[in-house]
């Protein structure tokens, strides 16, 4: 088959060599040549700076476990898609959600916020669904890193889900905001949805750069400038105070596990090492 005319540029040429050898294990380089179209010497070209750093061995395999330092695109790799796909089914569930326990919270409708609970289960699903994606033959075509990133990717957007729902527990519980809180509590829901969205962006664009930073310092923002009006007006009502402590810090550590993802991703995409876990994740 001749596939030279599909093919654009020397890493997608040495993508398709490379899928050559993960799906069909050729045992000669004029086999890898015959099927692209191309020379055998243009193939071996490509190919011997592979082989000299144990990348590519002779006759032909790859491992798995240094493929990720060629950092090219398989742009044509089914199972990453689906990933993809999946994960961005798991964001739209959980903007939805975020809307939705808003308006729970505002409106003090413990309908909804009961609904949200129940929902929850279908993260779970989706997060089981990547993860069986990724045990299927998926070390004949991923790196290893890829596949431990995708599924960690996947268990944080997950846990997203469950701080919602732990703040629908807590207004089934009594939370509610009062008018002069409307404006703090509205900001920092859009906050966090401006969260999730460059948190799956930074994923599936593999972009370099990420505004993530500055949104989680403008979340702590928003969320101290509440605690202080929380502090003043409600530290007589205890009850309020400790319902409006787990909400605090369910918003905080919904913004802990965006920026988890943005690192997971820089670091799977662009070697960029993970800043240390904050400790109220590690608990």
Do not use: W
């Amino acid at each position: 088959m001749n596939c030279e005319i599909m093919l654009r540029g020397k890493n997608a040429t040495l993508a398709a060599i490379l899928k050559i050898i993960i799906e069909e294990a050729p045992e000669t380089q004029d086999e890898i040549a015959e099927k692209l179209g191309i020379s055998r010497r243009y193939v071996a070209k490509l190919l011997k700076p592979l082989i000299n750093e144990g990348i590519v061995k002779h006759p032909y395999v790859i491992d798995m476990k240094k493929l990720h330092l060629l950092n090219l695109d398989f742009e044509d790799n089914q199972i990453v898609k689906e990933i993809y796909t999946i994960l961005g089914k798991m964001k739209e569930e959980i903007k939805n959600n975020l809307k939705l326990v808003y308006k729970a919270l505002k409106e003090g409708d413990k309908k909804i916020a009961e609904d949200i609970i129940v929902k929850d289960y279908s993260l779970n699903k989706l997060e089981e669904e990547i993860e069986l994606l990724l045990k299927i033959q998926t070390t004949k075509y991923l790196p290893e890193k890829y596949i431990s990133t995708f599924s960690k990717i996947a268990s944080n957007l997950e846990r997203l889900g469950d701080y919602l729902a732990n703040i629908s527990e807590e207004i089934l519980h009594g939370l509610y905001i009062d008018k002069d809180m409307e404006e703090d509590v509205t900001k920092i829901f859009e906050i966090l949805d401006s969260m999730l969205e460059e948190s799956y962006s930074v994923v599936v664009e593999k972009k370099k750069e990420s505004d993530i930073y500055k949104l989680e310092e403008e979340l702590h923002g928003v969320l101290n400038k509440l605690l202080n009006k929380v502090l003043e007006k409600k530290k007589e009502d205890l009850n309020f105070y400790i319902q409006f402590g787990m909400f605090y810090k369910d918003v905080e550590r919904f913004g802990d596990r965006c920026v988890n993802i943005v690192e997971y991703a820089l670091e799977l995409y662009h070697n960029i090492p993970r800043t240390p876990i904050p400790e109220r994740l590690k608990r």
